[in-house]
Nanobody, 122 residues
């Protein structure tokens, strides 16, 4: 069992930055693929980024590539998402997720956090 708790969301102006964190409980964090997803109002949840257990491989959605960076610290059981050059289109609830399987797949996640809200104003 893995429990995930996100933090770091908030309100920011366009062009600004935020750093999201996701702290995991349980002893298997270091062996799992971790990912970030987001859900904007009226839209379906979409994949944002993923990172392998060893941090040697990452995968990003085209819409955020070059602006967001995913990272993890297995010693702290913590996943991060650095959000730069934010636009109003990035407004969403951001969720972290833990899964088992290839990092490039988006259907491998079976543990989810409760989400943290990001609001970007123009």
């Amino acid at each position: 069992q893995v429990q995930l708790v996100e933090s770091g969301g908030g309100s920011v102006q366009a062009g600004g930055s935020l750093r999201l964190s996701c702290t995991a409980s349980g002893r298997t964090f270091g062996t799992r693929v971790m990912g970030w997803f987001r859900q904007a109002p009226g839209k379906e949840r979409e994949f944002v980024a993923a990172i392998s257990w060893s941090s040697d491989s990452t995968n990003y959605a085209d819409s955020i590539k070059g602006r967001f960076t995913i990272s993890r610290d297995n010693a702290k059981n913590t996943l991060y998402l650095q959000l730069n050059s934010l636009t109003p289109e990035d407004t969403a609830v951001y969720y972290c997720a833990a899964g088992s399987g290839p990092y490039w797949r988006t259907d491998i996640y079976n543990y989810w956090g409760q989400g943290t809200q990001v609001v970007v104003s123009s």
